[in-house]
Nanobody, 120 residues
Framework: QVQLQESGPGLVKPSQTLSLTCTVSSGSIATKGYYWTWTRRPPGKGLEWLGAIRYDGSTNYNPALWSRTSITIDTSKNQFTLQLSSVTPEDTAVYYC????????????WGQGTQVTVSS
């Protein structure tokens, strides 16, 4: 079991880029076999998978958001990051990072989540 903690701004202006960092502890992010994942839950809606990255930097993205999404990994800091560009109020959500056994499912561990509001 690992611990994950999201961090980043809670308020982002429309058209700007949302940037969040997930710090992993009690385990190495460089371990093979895991997908380091970002998801979100907009108010009143279900969980939406945004994308995932593996230890070697290979990525998988939600096709509906891939043009605006970038996930990177820094094994020296045991962190991975999410960038979502050109945000609108529809990107307002609680954002979660997680460790998963496969892209889009089989989650092992979750961060507590962080609220991000897109508003001018």
């Amino acid at each position: 079991q690992v611990q994950l903690q999201e961090s980043g701004p809670g308020l982002v202006k429309p058209s700007q880029t949302l940037s969040l960092t997930c710090t992993v502890s009690s385990g190495s992010i460089a371990t093979k076999g895991y997908y380091w994942t970002w998801t979100r839950r907009p108010p009143g809606k279900g969980l939406e998978w945004l994308g995932a990255i593996r230890y070697d930097g290979s990525t998988n993205y939600n096709p509906a958001l891939w043009s605006r999404t970038s996930i990177t990994i820094d094994t020296s800091k045991n962190q991975f990051t999410l960038q979502l560009s050109s945000v609108t109020p529809e990107d307002t959500a609680v954002y979660y990072c997680a460790r998963a056994a496969k892209a889009g499912g089989d989650y092992d561990d979750w961060g507590q989540g962080t609220q991000v509001t897109v508003s001018s």
